[in-house]
C-alpha cells in the first residue's frame, strides 16, 4: 500500500530531522550560543513523535492480515510462518547494523566506547531487552530501543488480534477502551513504561485502523476534501502540541487521524502515493537502523562551539543528511531488500550448496580414462 509506506516517509524524517536537532542540541563537547531564532526548532524537537507513527503503522499492518481472516473470512494467518517472517525479515538487518554500529565505534575510538557496560550493552540489545533493564535507550544508536518495543507486540499480536473476532460493536468499543485505559496500568505494574505497556494504545490504534480499513467502516460519510484537511490538522498537531499529559492521551487519537486521511483522502493521499515519497517510506527501516550513529558520529566534526542553535542544526542537516541517505539507500538495497524475499532462507542454502558442490567438483581430480 504506496500510501502506508507515505506514512512511513513522515515517519522516518520526523525522526531524523529530529536526531539532527537532538545530536547538536545535546553534544558533550559543544556549547551553543542562544539566538532569538530558537523558537523555529520547536516542530523539529516533537519529530521522536514519528515513532508513536511508527507503532500505529505496525498495528495497521500486522493486524490486517488477522482483521481480514476474522472479520472478512480471508485465509487464516498461519503463526509459525507469522513468526518466521518477523525474524527472517527484520533479524539480519537489525543484527549486521548493530555490529556495524559497534564496529565503527571502536574503530573511530568513539566516546560512546568509554562509557561503563558500553560492550556489555550488545548482548542485552541484540535479545531486545537493553531498555527494559537498564531504563534507558543506550547512548550510542539510542533509537534500537523502539524496536525492543515492537518485537514485545510482534509477540503478542496473534493473541491481541483474537479482539477481531468479536461482533463490530463489542470489537471496536474494546480496542477503545483498551487504547485509553492500558496506558494506565504503566502505573501499576514495575517497569510497565519500558515495556509494550506504555505504548500498546498506538498499536491498537492500527488495529482500529485495519477494522475501519477491512469493513470499509464510515467510508463516505465525510468527503475527501475535508479528510485532507483534517490529516495535514493532525499532522500539525502532531508537530506543534506541547508534551502535557493531556497531549500524550490525545495523541494516538491524532495519529489515527492521519491514518484515516492517508487511506480515504484524496490529495493527501495522492502526495503519500508519489513514487519519491512511497519508495524512501519503504526504505525506513535502513534508514532508521543507520541515520542517528552516523549523525553522531559525524556532529563533532562540523557544528563548533559558538554556532546558535538554527545555524548548526542546518549545518548538521546539509552535511550529514547526504551520508544518511547513501548509506540507508545501500544498506536497503544490499541488505533490507533481500530479506523481504519471503523464502530467501532457502534460496540462499539451495545458491551456496550449489556454490559448494560446483567447488568441490573444480578441485576433484578428472580421472584419466587411458590410464588402466
Known amino acids: 500500500m504506496a500510501e502506508v509506506d507515505g506514512l512511513r516517509f513522515i515517519a522516518i524524517f520526523s525522526v531524523m530531522l529530529f536526531h539532527v536537532y537532538f545530536n547538536v542540541a545535546h553534544s558533550r563537547d559543544i556549547q551553543l550560543a542562544p539566538g532569538k531564532f530558537d523558537f523555529l526548532a520547536w516542530p523539529i524537537t516533537n519529530g521522536f513523535r514519528g515513532v508513536q507513527l511508527f507503532f500505529v503503522i505496525s498495528g495497521f499492518i500486522l493486524g490486517l492480515p488477522f482483521a481480514a481472516h476474522y472479520i472478512t473470512g480471508g485465509p487464516p494467518v498461519k503463526i509459525g510462518r507469522f513468526y518466521l517472517r518477523r525474524i527472517t525479515r527484520l533479524e539480519p538487518p537489525y543484527i549486521l547494523a548493530l555490529l556495524l554500529v559497534y564496529a565503527a565505534a571502536v574503530l573511530m575510538h568513539n566516546v560512546h566506547t568509554k562509557e561503563p557496560g558500553f560492550f556489555s550493552g550488545l548482548p542485552l540489545r541484540l535479545a531486545?531487552?537493553?531498555?527494559?533493564?537498564?531504563?534507558?535507550?543506550?547512548?550510542?544508536?539510542?533509537?534500537?530501543?523502539?524496536?525492543?518495543?515492537?518485537?514485545?507486540?510482534?509477540?503478542?499480536?496473534?493473541?491481541?488480534?483474537?479482539?477481531?473476532?468479536?461482533?463490530?460493536?463489542?470489537?471496536?468499543?474494546?480496542?477503545?477502551?483498551?487504547?485509553?485505559?492500558?496506558?494506565?496500568?504503566?502505573?501499576?505494574?514495575?517497569?510497565?513504561?519500558?515495556?509494550?505497556?506504555?505504548?500498546?494504545?498506538?498499536?491498537?490504534?492500527?488495529?482500529?485502523?485495519?477494522?475501519?480499513?477491512?469493513?470499509?467502516?464510515?467510508?463516505?460519510?465525510?468527503?475527501?476534501?475535508?479528510?485532507?484537511?483534517?490529516?495535514?490538522?493532525?499532522?500539525?498537531?502532531?508537530?506543534?502540541?506541547?508534551?502535557?499529559?493531556?497531549?500524550?492521551?490525545?495523541?494516538?487519537?491524532?495519529?489515527?487521524?492521519?491514518?484515516?486521511?492517508?487511506?480515504?483522502?484524496?490529495?493527501?493521499?495522492?502526495?503519500?502515493?508519489?513514487?519519491?515519497?512511497?519508495?524512501?517510506?519503504?526504505?525506513?527501516?535502513?534508514?532508521?537502523?543507520?541515520?542517528?550513529?552516523?549523525?553522531?558520529?559525524?556532529?563533532?566534526?562540523?557544528?563548533?562551539?559558538?554556532?546558535?542553535?538554527?545555524?548548526?542544526?542546518?549545518?548538521?542537516?546539509?552535511i550529514g543528511m547526504p551520508p544518511v541517505m547513501i548509506a540507508g539507500i545501500v544498506y536497503y538495497i544490499l541488505i533490507e531488500r533481500p530479506c523481504m524475499v519471503p523464502n530467501w532462507p532457502r534460496l540462499a542454502f539451495h545458491y551456496f550448496s550449489r556454490k559448494m558442490s560446483g567447488t568441490s567438483q573444480a578441485a576433484s581430480p578428472i580421472p584419466d580414462s587411458s590410464v588402466k
Request: charged residues 10%.
Open 128 to 318: 531486545y531487552s537493553y531498555y527494559f533493564i537498564r531504563l534507558a535507550p543506550s547512548t550510542l544508536d539510542g533509537v534500537t530501543w523502539t524496536l525492543e518495543i515492537e518485537v514485545q507486540f510482534y509477540l503478542l499480536a496473534p493473541l491481541l488480534a483474537k479482539v477481531f473476532k468479536l461482533p463490530a460493536v463489542p470489537r471496536r468499543l474494546a480496542l477503545i477502551v483498551a487504547i485509553i485505559g492500558v496506558p494506565f496500568l504503566t502505573l501499576i505494574v514495575p517497569r510497565g513504561e519500558h515495556t509494550l505497556l506504555g505504548f500498546v494504545q498506538y498499536f491498537l490504534i492500527g488495529f482500529l485502523m485495519a477494522d475501519f480499513h477491512c469493513t470499509n467502516a464510515g467510508k463516505g460519510w465525510l468527503p475527501a476534501w475535508l479528510l485532507d484537511l483534517a490529516g495535514v490538522g493532525c499532522l500539525l498537531t502532531m508537530l506543534f502540541m506541547p508534551e502535557t499529559p493531556l497531549v500524550l492521551n490525545l495523541l494516538p487519537w491524532v495519529l489515527g487521524g492521519i491514518f484515516i486521511a492517508a487511506l480515504r483522502g484524496n490529495l493527501f493521499t495522492a502526495f503519500l502515493r508519489l513514487p519519491t515519497i512511497s519508495v524512501i517510506g519503504g526504505m525506513c527501516y535502513s534508514l532508521y537502523l543507520l541515520h542517528n550513529p552516523i549523525l553522531s558520529f559525524i556532529t563533532n566534526k562540523v557544528v563548533v562551539n559558538g554556532m546558535s542553535v538554527p545555524l548548526a542544526y542546518f549545518r548538521l542537516l546539509i
